[in-house]
């Protein structure tokens, strides 16, 4: 089938690289998600991919204590640069070609990001890991995955998740919650669906950027959201009224 997208920009968690560990990277699952990876990047589609770093540290948490938050957000950005080259490491076992590019100054580990070279890496043919958010603390990975996803002009935003789609509710604890299969940004706002953080939904609203909300963790999925298939989760776009799934 022929790919709906031509450039994706893939924001996966750092909870996703921990696998079924309570802590840390599990290579299993990076190798896993590098293989979907691959399937995609052989159809010619070009990926950009922005990290969490939730399974190392993160700042706003209790492992933070009482931090300074600009200090703890420096450190999950580190988090996510270990991430990234974990994730270049499988890849790269998997015969893609990678660059990690960070918005903080590692030389030894990454480029640098500049915004015409990372968009000059896709145009010939590497998956980019974009590391360390967006440099700056009190701005997420998603305002990160929002922010590359319209510098490098990607088609669509696709957030890998643990769970199938956006719902009315937590579907973890509220077993009457309901899937939504299409969603526009500003209910997103209005309902206070806690998919991405406003300031990440308010970038794409902005700038009509599509996001795409599937589970991760059912194989194929990724292939799947790529070849357009929304009923593997939900689109976020600037369309009107929701649509329960059914």
Same mark, same amino acid.
Request: aromatic residues 6%; contains cysteine.
């Given at each position: 089938?022929?790919?709906?997208?031509?450039?994706?920009?893939?924001?996966?968690?750092?909870?996703?690289?921990?696998?079924?560990?309570?802590?840390?990277?599990?290579?299993?699952?990076?190798?896993? @998600?590098?293989?979907?990876?691959?399937?995609?990047? /052989?159809? =010619?589609?070009? $990926?950009?991919?922005?990290? +969490?770093? &939730? %399974?190392?540290?993160?700042?706003?948490?209790?492992?933070?204590?009482?931090?300074?938050?600009?200090?703890?957000?420096?450190?999950?950005?580190?988090?996510?640069?270990?991430?990234?080259?974990?994730?270049?490491?499988?890849?790269?076992?998997?015969?893609?070609?990678?660059?990690?590019?960070?918005?903080?100054?590692?030389?030894?580990?990454?480029?640098?990001? @500049?915004?015409?070279?990372?968009?000059?890496?896709? /145009?010939? =043919?590497?998956? $980019?890991?974009?590391?360390? +958010?967006? &440099? %700056?603390?009190?701005?997420?990975?998603?305002?990160?995955?929002?922010?590359?996803?319209?510098?490098?002009?990607?088609?669509?935003?696709?957030?890998?998740?643990?769970?199938?789609?956006?719902?009315?509710?937590?579907?973890?604890?509220?077993?009457?919650?309901?899937?939504?299969?299409?969603?526009?940004?500003?209910?997103?706002?209005?309902?206070?669906?806690?998919?991405?953080?406003?300031?990440?939904?308010?970038?794409?609203?902005?700038?009509?950027?599509?996001?795409?909300?599937?589970?991760?963790?059912?194989?194929?999925?990724?292939?799947?959201?790529?070849?357009?298939?929304?009923?593997?989760?939900?689109?976020?776009?600037?369309?009107?009224?929701?649509?329960?799934?059914?």
């Amino acid at each position: 089938m022929k790919p709906a997208y031509k450039r994706i920009l893939l924001k996966i968690s750092g909870e996703a690289l921990m696998g079924d560990q309570n802590y840390g990277i599990d290579t299993k699952v990076a190798k896993s @998600i590098a293989k979907e990876i691959k399937a995609v990047y /052989e159809l =010619g589609v070009e $990926v950009a991919i922005v990290c +969490g770093g &939730g %399974n190392i540290f993160r700042g706003v948490s209790a492992s933070a204590g009482n931090m300074d938050r600009a200090a703890a957000d420096y450190i999950g950005m580190l988090a996510t640069v270990m991430n990234a080259v974990v994730l270049q490491d499988a890849l790269e076992k998997c015969d893609v070609f990678t660059r990690v590019m960070s918005a903080i100054d590692i030389p030894q580990l990454a480029e640098p990001f @500049i915004r015409r070279r990372a968009i000059r890496h896709l /145009e010939k =043919g590497r998956v $980019v890991i974009l590391g360390a +958010g967006t &440099g %700056n603390p009190y701005f997420t990975t998603d305002s990160a995955a929002a922010l590359r996803a319209l510098e490098i002009r990607a088609d669509v935003i696709m957030k890998a998740t643990k769970v199938d789609g956006i719902y009315s509710d937590d579907p973890m604890s509220n077993s009457e919650a309901v899937r939504f299969d299409r969603i526009s940004y500003q209910e997103v706002l209005e309902k206070r669906l806690k998919v991405m953080d406003s300031s990440a939904i308010s970038l794409c609203m902005d700038n009509n950027l599509p996001i795409m909300v599937f589970n991760m963790k059912i194989g194929g999925n990724i292939m799947k959201a790529v070849e357009g298939d929304t009923s593997i989760g939900t689109l976020v776009t600037a369309e009107g009224e929701s649509q329960t799934a059914q």
